[in-house]
């Protein structure tokens, strides 16, 4: 038997960590708060008897039954239309859009209505309600199963915009985002689903949403970044660290709205600032952090911001993707080109 | 030749334009629980007649005139309960006012303050709905959080002949057919989205029938007979009430108006189909109806019309005198706690107030 089809050991007590991969602590995560709230419903393509196509659902229909845990009819704007409906009605439904390139229907659900209720009726009305997305490329899937289209959804008022970067913050982070009573769009990155585990303690305890994670202090240059990159960043800054450059690492972890005073408080230690992700780098959400950086600690820079990014074109097949992707030579490759020019 | 489905699509009237009964009235059918919705049939046309006129006047936004559509809007509210949950487009004022939304508050939010969707009435109804259709699949939402729940509600939603074609009304009657939900798509057909006919959105026969592709019971009905919209909605809400599930219903009834006050329907229909129409206006036919069942009169008409005036000028006044809203209010319902970076653009928006 496929050990993943087991239903979770959440028992809704806290337990000690178990080393566990990221798509396992999205499960344990949703498990737990399945268990502590009746509100909380689960919905999507092909999350109930199959457990989900990355299994992230898996066990949950057999603990939680059909009622909790919904296949819906195989449509985005159904998924995305129910999940407004059932907030407004005062339930917190956690939908699943199978991949990044599917959600484009559901855009018309978020963007008009989900993060509008609560402005449109004065705080009458309000849409509790989370969409995960497993995002990004690097898992040699077809085409629209790669995209980085988190951009589109930071330029969205009233919505929140999350991306977790390892198995803990996977849990803490999605907790947080089905307790907070405003819509949030959880987009993971399916490339480091399974990539390592680490001790994730199944004790409920949500992780801080709007603010950035600190991964590693340094003093020479600031990485900022999220979700699949996070790791190569982290591994740009052992490299870099051998040739004695002490690169400090931000996570931010929430993309909308966003934690600048973390990243304006490392640029003012470090002069400098690597931006890294790898959605297109054209108004990619690296800009708006580099523009804020231009407006309010322009002093602070010691040399030209850089952004190591996807090219301005559509990720490729597989082929060719981990040659679109940022990578570790990239990155250190451009922590060395600050340091260079100052 | 095997036949793998067949369908038929039942019409419903009772009483023809002139105010015939057409056929034996339904079954514990009152006439005179007919008289007060009669009134609100009158209230809305006040209503909408004054509206306009604010709006050409530069008091008022953008309106949708629901003129024509009273019995069908009237109906509709007048067939459900308090608990069950109202998804409108944006012009089911009729609807919204037997459910106890106030007028000053349809003149709010089409005066341009969302305040007029705070609902002091229906508190669990939707708000109005401008992008087509997407209403339909939020009320269905709404009905699958009430089965899960176990509660006894029903959703109810609006579009219209164009909102039909939608995605959105397609996917709501489908997904409320396969969880057999207690939702009731009414598809308001008067005719016309904006400029295209009706027989330009589609080739189906009727638009009910887009209720059979999803399993749904499926009606139409003479949406200017307000005995026979009663009785449509009775069926839907009672299927709906006792877990058999959804359906769909069509009201035909016609746009006597523009589709708002930014458009000119005499660009794109003729006079004559419009003269026609007005003989099938909703309120002289029932008029007739009720005075011959002695149960309202020229003169009942003439005081109920002017209180039904002073009450509309009363909400419009309200209406009139109600100041804007602070700047800060675009951010104070953004998020239910405003965010550092938004705390800090409110404040610049409010120092900028001051100093202008």
């Given at each position: 038997m496929n050990k993943q089809t087991a239903a979770p050991a959440t028992s809704g007590e806290p337990v000690a960590a178990s080393a566990i991969t990221l798509i396992e602590a999205i499960t344990q995560a949703l498990a737990w708060e399945m268990h502590n709230d009746d509100s909380v419903v689960v919905l999507g393509e092909d999350v109930g008897v199959n457990g989900?196509?990355?299994?992230?659902?898996?066990?949950l229909q057999q603990r939680f039954g059909p009622e909790r845990v919904l296949d819906t009819p195989l449509d985005e704007t159904t998924i995305a239309g129910l999940t407004v409906g059932m907030a407004a009605m005062g339930m917190k439904p956690v939908a699943e859009a199978q991949f990044d390139g599917f959600m484009y229907p559901m855009v018309d659900h978020i963007v008009c209505h989900a993060v509008r209720f609560r402005t449109r009726t004065r705080g009458r009305l309000t849409c509790p309600m989370v969409l995960r997305v497993p995002w990004g490329g690097g898992i040699r899937a077809p085409e629209h199963h790669s995209e980085a289209n988190e951009a589109i959804f930071t330029n969205v008022p009233g919505l929140r915009v999350v991306m977790p970067s390892s198995p803990a913050r996977a849990y803490g982070l999605l907790l947080a985002a089905i307790r907070d009573p405003d819509p949030v769009i959880y987009f993971e990155p399916k490339r480091i689903y399974r990539q390592y585990k680490e001790l994730v303690p199944d004790d409920g305890e949500a992780l801080p949403l709007d603010v950035c994670y600190v991964l590693r202090d340094g003093s020479d240059v600031t990485l900022v970044t999220w979700g699949a990159q996070v790791k190569e960043s982290l591994e740009a800054a052992e490299v870099l660290a051998k040739d004695g450059i002490s690169a400090e690492v931000i996570d931010v972890a929430t993309l909308k709205p966003y934690d600048f005073d973390t990243i304006a408080e490392s640029v003012a230690k470090t002069g400098r600032c690597v931006i890294v992700h790898e959605?297109?780098?054209?108004?990619?959400?690296g800009a708006e952090i580099a523009a804020r950086l231009a407006e309010e600690s322009i002093y602070d820079l010691l040399a030209p911001i850089q952004r190591v990014t996807g090219y301005d074109t559509h990720i490729p097949l597989f082929r060719l993707e981990m040659k679109y992707l940022p990578s570790v030579d990239k990155i250190v490759a451009a922590a060395k080109r600050t340091l260079a020019a100052s | 030749m095997t036949i793998a489905a067949t369908f038929e699509i039942e019409y419903l009237q009772?009483?023809?334009?002139?105010?015939?009964?057409?056929?034996t009235m339904p079954?514990?059918?009152?006439?005179?629980?007919?008289v007060p919705w009669f009134k609100q049939m009158l209230f809305l046309r006040t209503f909408d007649n004054k509206a306009v006129a604010l709006q050409r006047t530069g008091k008022l936004g953008t309106y949708a005139p629901c003129l024509g559509h009273e019995a069908t809007q009237v109906g509709i509210g007048a067939a459900m309960r308090p608990e069950d949950v109202f998804a409108p487009s944006y012009r089911e004022f009729g609807t919204q006012f037997a459910r106890g939304v106030q007028p000053r508050e349809v003149l709010m939010y089409w005066g341009g303050d969302e305040r007029g969707s705070d609902f002091a009435g229906p508190r669990h109804d939707f708000p109005w709905s401008v992008p087509i259709s997407t209403q339909c699949l939020h009320a269905a939402g709404a009905a699958l959080a009430f089965k899960l729940r176990k509660q006894p509600r029903v959703a109810v939603t609006c579009c219209g002949d164009g909102g039909s074609s939608k995605t959105d009304t397609y996917a709501a009657i489908n997904s409320a057919g396969a969880y057999t939900l207690p939702f009731v798509q009414c598809i308001i057909n008067n005719g016309w989205a904006i400029s295209v006919p009706r027989k330009a959105q589609t080739g189906a026969q009727t638009l009910a029938q887009k209720g059979i592709a999803g399993g749904l019971y499926s009606l139409q009905v003479d949406g200017n007979d307000l005995i026979a919209v009663l009785e449509g909605m009775r069926r839907a809400m009672e299927r709906a009430r006792s877990g058999e599930g959804a359906s769909v219903i069509e009201f035909l009834t016609y746009?006597?108006?523009?589709?708002?006050?930014?458009?000119?329907a005499r660009r794109y229909r003729g006079e004559d189909e419009v003269k026609s129409a007005w003989q099938r206006d909703p309120i002289p036919r029932l008029r007739s109806y009720l005075g011959a069942q002695n149960l309202w009169s020229d003169a009942q008409e003439k005081d109920w019309i002017a209180d039904c005036g002073e009450r509309v000028d009363q909400e419009i006044n309200a209406y009139l005198e109600s100041k804007p809203q602070p700047i800060e209010s675009m951010f104070d319902y953004l998020y239910a706690e405003l965010p550092p970076d938004l705390l800090t653009q409110r404040a610049e928006a409010i120092a900028g107030e001051s100093r202008s």
């Open positions: 989900g196509v990355f299994r992230a659902t898996a066990g959605a297109p780098r054209t108004a990619g959400f | 009772y009483l023809d334009q002139n105010g015939e009964p057409t056929q079954t514990g059918f009152d006439a005179s629980g007919l746009r006597l108006h523009d589709h708002t006050t930014a458009d000119d």
